[in-house]
């Protein structure tokens, strides 16, 4: 079982509304990731961290940004949302290094922007 | 890019039968890695098979790699109506310790 959490579940959100997504996780992982996903469609990585104080951006192109002050929280936030921003947001952690290492998700944010 | 790619996209079939499910990748990698997502959820790890092994089994799972096409197979065997889901591929790449997704594969499980 993930003890990976994400909150808040389901957000409507007025258009320039400053938001950020939480993710926490409890294995002491030092990697983590948030990927966003449309309904029915791929995944894309939109950021990802090494560890504390390391954040990077991933092959799909945001507008948000994240932070990482401690191992458990890799928040995601939106200083101006817009209805683009309307997706599935998903957090997922694993851990650094080794090989065949489980990638392990939240439950997903569903951001919808009006 | 994504690196693994799934095929079909969608695929409908009776309870009792068999789904198979292909993956087709770009780069070497350490492994891959299959995973379920269920409408609406966060995506649950099925099953990783390594890049020098062949086939491996966990349950009504079946999956094959074949690197020097650089594919791989996922078999659900004697389907059931809760197998219903998107399956997606993942790949850890040997030049790097990130995970990439496929668009997945929609499975319809009928009663």
């Known amino acids: 079982e993930a003890d990976i959490y994400q909150t808040p579940r389901y957000l409507v959100i007025g258009t320039g509304k400053k938001i950020t997504l939480e993710c926490s996780q409890t294995m002491g992982h030092d990697k983590m990731y948030w990927y966003q996903q449309d309904p029915g469609m791929e995944l894309h990585l939109i950021h990802y961290?090494?560890?504390?104080?390391?954040?990077e951006k991933g092959d799909l192109s945001s507008e948000s940004t994240v932070s990482r002050i401690r191992t458990e929280h890799f928040p995601l936030t939106l200083e101006s949302a817009r209805p683009s921003h309307t997706s599935q947001y998903l957090c997922?952690?694993?851990?650094?290094?080794?090989?065949?290492?489980?990638?392990?998700f939240g439950e997903g944010s569903w951001l919808t922007v009006v | 890019s994504q690196q693994g790619e799934e095929d079909p996209q969608a695929l409908s079939i009776q309870e009792g039968e068999n789904a198979t499910m292909n993956c087709s990748y770009k780069t070497s990698i350490n492994n891959l890695q299959w995973y379920r997502q269920n409408s609406g959820r966060g995506l649950v790890h099925l099953i990783l098979?390594?890049?020098?092994?062949r086939e491996k089994h966990s349950g009504r799972l079946r999956v094959t790699l074949d690197t020097s096409k650089k594919s791989s197979s996922l078999l659900i065997t004697a389907s059931r109506a809760a197998d219903t889901a998107s399956y997606f591929c993942?790949?850890?790449?040997?030049?790097?310790?990130?995970?990439?997704f496929g668009a997945g594969t929609r499975l319809t499980v009928k009663p």
């Open positions: 997922a952690s694993k851990e650094l290094g080794g090989r065949g290492n489980t990638i392990y």
């Open positions: 098979i390594r890049s020098n092994e």
């Open positions: 993942a790949t850890d790449a040997r030049n790097n310790n990130d995970m990439r």
């Open positions: 961290s090494y560890g504390v104080n390391s954040t």
